[in-house]
């Protein structure tokens, strides 16, 4: 089965092409970005899907992701916004300074990462798949690995931040992991 990833983010491709090993993975063509203009994850997931869907056709399963940090102490923010935190052309080290700024002095550091696939079949068939990893925001940034708010999140259970655990550590706890997992399962491709 060939599945073409609605991302132009390398470190969200890599993520999925090692939690399904069985599969050829490919990611979006150069220049492709939609306005992610939804007011949720999953909205974003569904314009991100249905944009490459319409780009590409053929047979090829399209999956996209939406994903972001859900922390307590901001109401939720940054949320549906995580990549554009600190700005339209943020980095990721940007968006965590803005963070660590925002959390600064705050008592409650509870926090979660949320994933929301939306897969669409070349039969006209949608596969929605969803995951959560509950952890804390660390007082500064650790880890030379992953991407995005890695440096910072420190899953339950764990004293190191996302950014220092292995690719493997982090397939087996993350949101992204539990949600490509469920996804597999319903259109019936293993997950790693």
Sequence with gaps: MRVVL???NPGKAADFEALWPGLDVAGAPAGFAPEENGSTMLQN???KAAAL???IGGDEVVIADDSGL???A????PGVFSARYAGVDATDQDNCRRLLQEMD???DRRAAFVCVLVALAPEDHMYVAAGSCAGAIAPAMRGEGGFGY???FIPEGDHRAMAELSRQEKAAISHRGRAARRLGAVMGFAAA
């Design 45 to 47: 997931a569904w314009i």
């Design 150 to 152: 890695d440096p910072l």
């Design 70 to 72: 859900v922390v307590a």
């Design 74 to 77: 901001l109401g939720g923010r």
């Design 6 to 8: 609605a991302t132009g």
């Design 105 to 107: 002095g705050a008592d």
């Design 53 to 55: 869907r319409r780009s």
